[in-house]
C-alpha cells in the first residue's frame, strides 16, 4: 500500500511529457479555430458575391420594368445560382431626397408607375467544421438590391407661334403683363430663336432674389415678382447668347415690367420631378434648352391669372373691319407646369382657354355690316411621357414617344356676357346675338359646333429631334378643316319674325364670303395665346440615358 502512494507521489510529481499533452491540445484547438475561420471566410466570399448578383439583377431588373422577373432571373442563373434563390422581385417608386430616411426612399407598390425594382436573394454555404458546433449543414445568406431606372426625359406643351403679328402679339402679351410692348416683327423673331438653359434660368433667378443654398424644389415653391423673373431670363441670356437682338428686346419687356408688383410661382413653370432636391446650381444629366419667347409668353399666362385680355387688333385682312378680342386663360390642372423632368407616365397639360373675338364684318346692299361675336373655348390638352427608350451603345438610335391629347373645341356664335368668360366651372350657353340691324329691326343669330377626341395619339422623337428641339403637333382626328364653316353651316338666324325678303340670304352670303379671313382671326389669337384649333404642340428638350443604378 505503501508503495503504491509513493508511485504515485512520483507519477504527480513528474513533469516530464507535459508540453506534449498541452501542445496536443492546443493543436485541436487551432485545427477548430482554422476550420471555423475557413467556413466564416467562405461565407463572407459567398456573400460579396451574393451581393453582387443580386445588385446586378436589381440593376437589370429596373432596366427592364415591363418584364423584371424574368430579367432577374435570368442574371441570377448567369451568375450559377439557381433561379429559386430569387426570392422576391418588388417594383415601386423610388424618390431620391436626402430628406427621407434611406429604408424609406423605395416604396412598394409604386405610386403611379414604377421607376424602381428591389431584389432579394437566398443563397446556401456549406458548413464543414462549424457543422459539428451549430448542427447545420449550410449557412444561409439573405441579400437586398434596389435599383432605380434612370432613363427618363425632359418634355413640354403648348406656347406655339405659327406666325408673328405685331401688333397682335404686343396687344396680348403686354395685357398679359400688365404692361404695354411695341416690339417688331424682327424682335419676336430674335427672341423665339434664342435658346437658354432652364436651370441656367433657375439659378440666375436664386441669385437674383438672394437665395443662397436653397434646393430647386424650395426655390420652385416660392413665389417671386414678374420683373424679377424677366430680369433673371435676361441675365440668362447675356451670358448664355451675348448682346444680341433677343438680349435687346428682353431687355425692352424686363424695364416694362420692372414695376409689375404681380407674383407666380415657377414651379408653375418647371417641373425638376426627381431633381428637384439637388441645390440651386447643380445640373442633372437631362437638360432643358427653351426659346427665351417661350418663357416669355408663359410668364405672360401664368402671370395674368383669370384676368380678362381686353384688346382691338387690325389684323388687314379682305372684309374684315376691325376685331375687337377678350380673352381669359385659366388655371393648368394642379400640379401640371409647362416644362417636366421625370420618367416614364409623368404629364403636362395646357392651361383652359377662351377667347371672344367680335369681328366686325363689312356688309353689302341693305346690311352696311355685321357684328359677328365668335367665342371659342379650348379645353386643357395633355401630353404624357409613354416611354424613353435608350439605344446602347449608339445613344444616337434612342427615342421618346410622348403621348398627346389636344384639348376640345367647343365654339358658340352667340351672345357670350363677360360672367361667362370668366366662370371656368360650366360651360357657357348662350343666347343668340345680335347680328345687324336693318331699319331698325334687329337680325340675331345663335350657333353652335363642337370639335375634339380623348383618345392619345403617340408622337415619337427621335434623337436628332431631341437635340434640335423640334416640335410637333396634334391635331384632333375629328379636325374640321374650317370652324367657321362649321358655325356658320349651323347658324340659325332671327329677324324679329318680320319677313324680309332675301335678307337671310344676303346675311349668310356676307358671312361666306369671309369665312377664310374669320378662321385666320382665330388662329392668329388663338396662337398668340399659345395653343391651336383642335392642335397641340409638344417637344423634348432632353433624354437622359445611363442606365439604371444602384441606391440606398
Not at 451568375?79 to 423610388?94: C, F
Not at 343666347?431 to 380623348?454: K, R, Y
Not at 397641340?536 to 445611363?546: E, M, T
Request: charged share 10%.
Amino acid at each position: 500500500m505503501t508503495g503504491i502512494l509513493m508511485l504515485m507521489r512520483r507519477f504527480g510529481a513528474d513533469e516530464r511529457g507535459n508540453f506534449a499533452m498541452i501542445s496536443a491540445g492546443l493543436m485541436t484547438l487551432l485545427i477548430g479555430c482554422a476550420g471555423l475561420a475557413i467556413d466564416l471566410g467562405t461565407i463572407f466570399a459567398d456573400r460579396r458575391k451574393t451581393q453582387s448578383t443580386a445588385d446586378l439583377a436589381a440593376i437589370v431588373a429596373a432596366a427592364n420594368l415591363s418584364n423584371p422577373v424574368n430579367a432577374a432571373t435570368a442574371t441570377v442563373t448567369q451568375n450559377n445560382y439557381p433561379a429559386s434563390a430569387l426570392v422576391k422581385v418588388e417594383t415601386g417608386t423610388y424618390t431620391a431626397n436626402s430628406a427621407i430616411a434611406p429604408q424609406s426612399r423605395f416604396v412598394t407598390p409604386a405610386v403611379g408607375i414604377p421607376n424602381a425594382a428591389r431584389v432579394t436573394l437566398n443563397t446556401q454555404t456549406p458548413l464543414y467544421f462549424a457543422r459539428y458546433l451549430t448542427g447545420a449543414s449550410s449557412f444561409t445568406i439573405k441579400t437586398t438590391a434596389t435599383a432605380t431606372s434612370t432613363e427618363m426625359a425632359t418634355f413640354a406643351i403648348g406656347s406655339r407661334l405659327l406666325s408673328v403679328n405685331g401688333g397682335v402679339i404686343n396687344a396680348l402679351l403686354g395685357s398679359m403683363l400688365g404692361t404695354s410692348l411695341s416690339l417688331s416683327v424682327m424682335d419676336y423673331n430674335s427672341l423665339i430663336s434664342a435658346k437658354i438653359d432652364a436651370l441656367d434660368f433657375l439659378s440666375a433667378l436664386a441669385t437674383r432674389v438672394n437665395l443662397t443654398g436653397v434646393t430647386y424644389s424650395d426655390l420652385l415653391s416660392s413665389n417671386f415678382k414678374v420683373g424679377d423673373i424677366i430680369a433673371a431670363a435676361l441675365t440668362t441670356q447675356q451670358i448664355t447668347n451675348g448682346a444680341n437682338a433677343a438680349t435687346t428686346a428682353l431687355s425692352t419687356i424686363s424695364q416694362a415690367v420692372t414695376g409689375s408688383s404681380t407674383k407666380i410661382s415657377p414651379g408653375n413653370l418647371i417641373d425638376l420631378g426627381p431633381f428637384a432636391n439637388l441645390t440651386v446650381g447643380q445640373k442633372p444629366k437631362v437638360g432643358a434648352s427653351v426659346s427665351v419667347f417661350d418663357l416669355i409668353s408663359t410668364v405672360a399666362q401664368i402671370a395674368n391669372g383669370s384676368h380678362q385680355i381686353a384688346t382691338s387688333v387690325n389684323l388687314g385682312l379682305p372684309g374684315i373691319a376691325n376685331v375687337s378680342v377678350m380673352a381669359t386663360i385659366g388655371e393648368r390642372p394642379v400640379g401640371s407646369s409647362w416644362i417636366v423632368m421625370g420618367t416614364q407616365g409623368v404629364s403636362v397639360h395646357t392651361a383652359q382657354t377662351r377667347i371672344l373675338a367680335t369681328i366686325n364684318v363689312l356688309g353689302s346692299g341693305s346690311i352696311a355690316s355685321i357684328n359677328l361675336p365668335v367665342y371659342v373655348e379650348v379645353a386643357s390638352g395633355t401630353a404624357t411621357l409613354n416611354a424613353v427608350s435608350c439605344g446602347h451603345p449608339d445613344i444616337s438610335t434612342s427615342q421618346v414617344t410622348v403621348g398627346v391629347t389636344p384639348g376640345i373645341v367647343d365654339a358658340w356664335i352667340g351672345n357670350v356676357t363677360v360672367a361667362d368668360m370668366t366662370n371656368f366651372t360650366t360651360k357657357p350657353n348662350p343666347p343668340p346675338a345680335t347680328l345687324a340691324t336693318v331699319l331698325g329691326i334687329p337680325i340675331t343669330g345663335l350657333a353652335h359646333a363642337g370639335m375634339g377626341n380623348t383618345t392619345p395619339t403617340n408622337v415619337n422623337f427621335s434623337y436628332s429631334d431631341i437635340q434640335s428641339g423640334t416640335k410637333k403637333t396634334v391635331t384632333t382626328t375629328n379636325f374640321l378643316t374650317s370652324l367657321t364653316s362649321t358655325l356658320l353651316g349651323d347658324l340659325s338666324l332671327n329677324i324679329a319674325g318680320i319677313p324680309l325678303p332675301g335678307l337671310g340670304a344676303l346675311v349668310m352670303s356676307i358671312l361666306n364670303a369671309v369665312t377664310s379671313p374669320i378662321d385666320q382671326v382665330l388662329a392668329t389669337l388663338l396662337s398668340t395665346l399659345g395653343i391651336g384649333l383642335g392642335q397641340v404642340d409638344v417637344w423634348v428638350l432632353g433624354i437622359r440615358c445611363d442606365g439604371a443604378v444602384l441606391v440606398n
